[in-house]
């Protein structure tokens, strides 16, 4: 019975493999159907992970057919014989196939199996047997898939304000990449940024609504932030933490990888440890010492082991600090380029020319102001200079003298500070007079604050810069903004 079974097989195989593609064009219509309905679905409605929803259609269908080829409708040994006699075997496969599974046979059968044997040793049926396909809903599924795929290139159905500000923002990220040096990138770096730019345009082109377009934006912020921290050297950063007690713009501009702060602020380090005592230094010895433990750079690593030496023995600091000036500095210039370019593409990505920009934000954070004593105004939102004598008031928003608009300050300016009365939070209760009712008292809400007292800008400037850097931490606000809001007060400073 094995050997029958075993010179039979390959017709067997193959009148599987037929079944199987049989079932497979019909199952393939329907799988077909649904992804051409899956993305003739997303041109108009937000389809998360398309590609995915399209292969779980095709892999039904395959399990689909598998099941019904091997478990509905599986191919029997008796249906394979019946094959083979219909191509030549002349009712000889059938009828070995019954004998052999009886167990005494007479001489007539014993023949007769003989018989069937032979035949079935000369003759290949696999080789004379031709597939019989459905070939229409071959041609049928073919086509859906191709249609499918030539749907999958078709614009998507959007809102107008949508396709603005995504346009927008593609335009402003071509800009970037024009600008950006990416020769100066390694290999890891460009595939990473490249990589980067690429998901933030093609989700900014299959985004359906504005809100999700936004997400995409965000989504990308958030990424090259990542990606940002990520090139900057793990031993700077370590470095920063130990120094940030003593210089806190030394550990920031090291914490961002600045190359060329780290290297001006490394000189100016060198009176601050020129001030400090033995017991100081050797405490900051100490610290240098468990951070240069856990590095990796060797050249920065015996930089500041010599650094560690000298303020353990009171020696002379000057060269010392000058070779891990050098050596930090180097330190941070690797994957500089890259983060020079994430920065500008944050940047671009932050501006809001293709938003509709509310009312009270549509001068650059200036505020709305009541025109009041010595034509000078308050904002709830942060102060608005205008008026007399070049005076000026800072805030979250941009000062104004006159008509035009301005940064910086001058020495002697003079500004109110944020007075505690009537400012924001604030209720101020207003006792009435009797009445034939009774008395009645009013409280009031107030959201604006009161001019304090007048002070150099010098001594009020810090005061505005804390409350602004409050307010955007605790707020939600597009990514990419607190740098910007930063930098202006930056600008205040100078």
């Known amino acids: 019975m094995k050997k029958f079974q075993e010179l039979l097989r390959p017709l067997g195989r193959k009148i599987v493999l037929e079944r199987f593609l049989a079932w497979l064009f019909y199952f393939g219509i329907g799988g077909g159907a649904g992804c051409l309905l899956a993305v003739l679905f997303s041109k108009w409605v937000e389809v ?18 598998l099941c019904c080829t091997f478990l509905v409708h599986p191919v029997h040994m008796k ?3 019946e094959k083979a006699d219909a191509l030549g075997g002349a009712e000889r496969m059938i009828t070995t196939l019954e004998l052999l599974e009886k167990e005494d046979w007479n001489p007539v059968e014993r023949l007769a199996v003989a018989d069937g044997m032979q035949k079935a040793e000369e003759t290949d049926f696999s080789k004379q047997y031709k597939l019989h396909l459905p070939k229409k809903a071959g041609i049928c599924a073919l086509v859906l898939l191709v249609l499918a ?3 999958s290139f078709l614009p998507v159905v959007r809102e107008k304000e949508t396709s603005t500000y995504a346009k927008a923002k593609l335009e402003r990220i071509e800009q970037v990449k024009e600008e950006t040096q990416q020769e100066d990138m390694t290999k890891e770096e460009k595939k990473a ?3 980067v730019l690429h998901n933030l345009e093609k989700g900014l082109k299959k985004a359906k609504t504005t809100e999700r377009a936004k997400e995409v934006v965000q989504e990308t912020q958030k990424e090259m932030k990542r990606l940002e921290k990520k090139s900057i050297s793990p031993d700077l950063r370590k470095l920063a933490e130990t120094l940030s007690p003593y210089d806190k713009d030394m550990a920031k501009a090291m914490e961002n990888g600045k190359a060329e702060e780290i290297a001006k602020k490394w000189e100016q380090l060198a009176s601050l440890l020129s001030s400090m005592t033995a017991e100081e230094k050797a405490a900051l010895a100490e610290k240098l010492g468990e951070a240069v433990e856990a590095m990796s750079d060797e050249e920065l690593q015996k930089a500041l082991e010599e650094l560690e030496e000298l303020l353990k023995n009171n020696g002379d600091l000057e060269k010392a600090l000058d070779k891990v000036g050098k050596a930090a500095q180097k330190a941070a210039s690797k994957g500089n380029a890259m983060r020079v370019g994430l920065q500008k593409a944050n940047t671009a ?3 809001k020319g293709a938003e509709p920009v509310p009312m009270e934000s549509q001068n650059s954070g200036q505020g709305k102001s009541d025109q009041g004593q010595s034509g000078q105004g308050q904002s709830g939102q942060g102060q ?10 800072g805030g979250n928003g941009a000062g104004a003298g006159g008509r035009g608009r301005g ?4 020495e002697h300016e003079k500004v109110f500070t944020r007075s505690a009365q009537g400012k924001s939070g604030t209720d101020v209760q207003l006792q009435g007079t ?6 009645y008292t009013t409280t009031e809400q107030r959201i604006t604050g009161g001019n304090g007292e007048v002070l150099p800008f010098g001594e009020v400037y810090g005061q505005y810069k804390n409350e602004a850097m409050t307010a955007i931490e605790n707020q939600e606000i597009p990514y990419g903004m607190k740098e910007l809001v930063s930098d202006y007060f930056s600008v205040l400073e100078q």
Do not use: K
């Not at 998360?48 to 057919?65: G, H, K, N, R, Y």
């Not at 940064?407 to 001058?410: E, I, K, L, S, T």
């Open 407 to 410: 940064f910086g300050h001058g």
């Open 79 to 81: 249906e394979t014989a």
């Open 384 to 393: 608005s200079g205008q008026g007399q004598s070049g005076q000026r008031q």
């Open 48 to 65: 998360p992970m398309l590609w995915l929803v399209c292969v779980v259609f095709l892999i039904l269908s395959l399990l689909a057919s």
């Open 349 to 351: 990505l932050a501006q």
């Open 193 to 195: 940024f490249t990589e």
């Open 149 to 151: 795929g030539a749907c």
């Open 434 to 439: 009797d009445t034939e009712n009774g008395s």
